[in-house]
Structures are given as C-alpha cells and as structure tokens.
C-alpha cells in the first residue's frame, strides 16, 4: 500500500531527521524549491507492506 504525506518543516535538519527515520519505506521525496514563507514543504510516497498496516479507526497505521 503506498501513502503519500505532506511534510512541513523550517530548516533542513528537520527535513532530514524525518527522512532518516521513515528511510526504510520512503519509495520518493520531493521538497519544493524557492519557498519564501516560514514553512517549507517536502511530499514523501512511502510504501507499507500489508501486514504492518492496522485497518483499526484508531490505531496507527505502523
């Protein structure tokens, strides 16, 4: 099951401590260029295998 998240961060480290972290289901990630405001943002695709995703309304999806 792929699953497409918005990330919004202020400086790169953030970024990249998020990255690094979800490194091992990341399938892309695009972070837009140029942003003049306070927030910037990156789109990641991540990839969860089915027999980790929880169909549950309230339990986390890892």
């Known amino acids: ?3 497409k998240v ?3 961060y202020e400086k790169p ?5 998020v990255t690094e972290m979800l490194k ?3 399938k892309s990630c ?3 260029k140029g942003e003049n405001g306070r927030y910037k943002k990156a789109y ?3 990839d969860i295998s089915d ?3 929880q169909k549950g309304v ?3 999806l890892i």
Request: net charge neutral; hydrophobic share 40%.
């Open 51 to 53: 027999g980790k995703a």
């Open 24 to 26: 091992p289901i990341i």
């Open 30 to 32: 695009k972070a837009d």
């Open 6 to 8: 918005r990330i919004s």
């Open 13 to 17: 480290q953030e970024l990249h401590t």
């Open 58 to 60: 309230n339990s986390p």
């Open 44 to 46: 990641l695709e991540v």
């Open 1 to 3: 099951m792929a699953v």
